[in-house]
Structure formats: structure tokens, C-alpha cells
């Protein structure tokens, strides 16, 4: 089961369809949860722990035959999977269900190491700045997520190993945002600047890649992309990022759809200018 989370599910949803590519290449059909759910993460940094915690009952509510039976659950983002090894338990440690949940998540490299270890990963001759979200080098650790480069022959190097200052939605508070921007500034941001054109810039948090898009030219990319894109073939290392091409294309298809909604506004207004002008009759 691949879990869509908030963040990748709303606002990157390349990644988790990458995702599917990827697990499916490995030899696995991929469903999904069957109604929208969350594991209530952005409600702990504000204290909200009761709708937190409403929320990931539902989780086990709705993934009980899933849990019961041990389907893996993989998840993309790193703060959600901190939450089903941890805070899940804090919640509910005397149900058996949330301890089985917790054994069966997996981040993506964690999944593929340690349980599906003889998948061909493709190769990709490429070096990479990768950066590891706090949740999985606290939680987690990076160990898998670095045997999987390893294997795939990218030459990867971890220069940032502390905080990329975006933290959830730290960096989004105007009080808090210089603060957010200088602990940036201390390591990750100067690494991602003076990276190579031609390398990966690889973080799985959705945090860290949007500190990395708002304060840098380049964009990361998650590791269920960097997969993805291998499995396509070699990397075209013409001196342009090698993120270029997906970006263009969200971005012309972001494009496409503010035209469509743009249309879809003008003949909502044209319709009641229309109703107005006949009441007035």
C-alpha cells in the first residue's frame, strides 16, 4: 500500500506517482487507502492533539484488514512515517493494531532494502547532493535511503547534516522566517548553490524541498523520482539541471489547468452578470 500523504498527494503528486512506477517495476501491484486520510501531522507542531489523534483512529479504523493481514505501507514523506513509528504508539500503546502498523511502515529505501533486496535497482552514473529530513535522520536514519544510492552507482555526498530551517510550517512564520532562512543558510542552501549543474539534488521532505525551491534555483527531487527517472534510461547531461524536464512539465501543466479554471471563472461571472441583468428586467 502506497500512503498518499498531505503533502505529496495536494502538492507533488509526481513524487507518489513515481512512486507507483517504481513498485511496480519491483514486482508489486500498489493500492492505495480507500477513502482520503491523514495522519495528522501538521496539527502536532500547533498542539492539537486531540483532532490529531481522531484522525490516525480513523487510520486504524479504515486499514484494519490491511494491518490484520501485514500489507506494507510505504510512505514517501518522512514526517508521516515518523508519526506511524511514534507518535502512534505514544498514543495507543495498548492497541495490538497500531504496534503492527508501525512495524509495517516503510520509507521507499527503507522497503526496498529490506524487503525487496534482490530488485535490479537501475543504474545512474551521477553524483547527488542528497539531504535528509529531521524525522528520518532522527527516527529512521539515512542508512538505507544511502545504500540504495550506492547500489543504483550514484556518487552522493551529504554536506548539510543539520536542519534545513524550513521545519514544517516554522519557516512559513513571519516572526520566525529570518531564523528559518539563517539555519538555511548555515549549510544546506550554500551546498545546494554550489553544486554542479549536472547534479542530483535528492531530499525526500516536503519541507526541505520547498526551502530548496524558494531560496535556491534549483529544485529537489525525491528519491522515488531519482528511480524513476533511471529506470527511463540515462540522464541527457546537457548543462541544464537534470530536474529541468519534470519541472517544465508541471509547470506547463499547471499552466493548462489555470487556463481551465480561468475559463470556468469567466463563464461562472458571464452567468451571473446574466442573472443579475434579468432580475433587473
Not at 504508539?89 to 526496498?112: C, G, I, M
Not at 539555519?183 to 535528492?202: F, K, Y
Not at 527511463?232 to 508541471?250: Q, W
Request: net charge negative.
Amino acid at each position: 500500500m502506497l500512503w498518499p500523504d498531505t503533502f505529496n498527494n495536494y502538492f507533488l503528486p509526481d513524487t507518489a506517482k513515481a512512486a507507483v512506477e517504481v513498485l511496480e517495476a519491483a514486482g508489486f501491484r500498489v493500492i492505495i487507502p480507500k477513502s482520503i486520510l491523514c495522519c495528522g501531522r501538521p496539527l502536532y507542531d500547533f498542539g492539537m492533539l486531540d483532532r490529531a489523534k481522531s484522525l490516525l483512529i480513523k487510520v486504524l479504523d479504515t486499514l484494519t484488514n490491511e494491518i490484520d493481514i501485514g500489507i506494507p505501507i510505504v510512505v514517501l514523506e518522512p514526517s508521516c512515517a515518523a508519526v506511524f513509528r511514534d507518535e502512534l504508539l505514544n498514543f495507543f500503546p495498548q492497541d495490538e493494531r497500531a504496534h503492527k502498523l508501525a512495524r509495517q511502515t516503510y520509507l521507499l529505501s527503507e522497503f526496498l532494502e529490506k524487503r525487496v533486496a534482490d530488485f535490479e535497482l537501475p543504474k545512474l552514473s551521477a553524483k547527488a547532493v542528497i539531504h535528509g529530513h529531521c524525522h528520518h535522520k532522527s527516527l529512521m536514519k539515512m542508512t538505507d535511503e544511502e545504500a540504495v544510492l550506492k547500489r543504483m552507482g550514484i556518487d552522493w555526498s551529504a554536506p548539510a547534516p543539520g536542519c534545513c530551517g524550513m521545519a514544517g510550517p516554522f519557516g512559513f512564520d513571519e516572526e520566525k522566517y529570518d531564523v528559518s532562512i539563517a539555519i538555511g543558510e548555515l549549510e544546506l542552501l550554500p551546498a545546494v548553490r554550489q553544486a554542479s549543474a549536472d547534479s542530483l539534488i535528492i531530499a525526500d521532505g516536503f519541507s526541505c524541498r520547498e526551502q530548496i525551491s524558494q531560496c535556491t534555483d534549483r529544485q529537489a527531487m525525491h528519491l522515488a523520482e531519482v528511480i524513476a527517472t533511471a529506470l527511463k534510461g540515462p540522464l541527457a547531461l546537457d548543462g541544464t539541471y537534470p530536474e529541468s524536464p519534470d519541472v517544465n512539465r508541471r509547470q506547463a501543466e499547471l499552466d493548462r489547468s489555470m487556463k481551465r479554471a480561468g475559463l470556468a471563472v469567466g463563464a461562472v461571472a458571464a452567468g451571473a452578470a446574466l442573472f443579475w441583468w434579468l432580475k433587473k428586467m
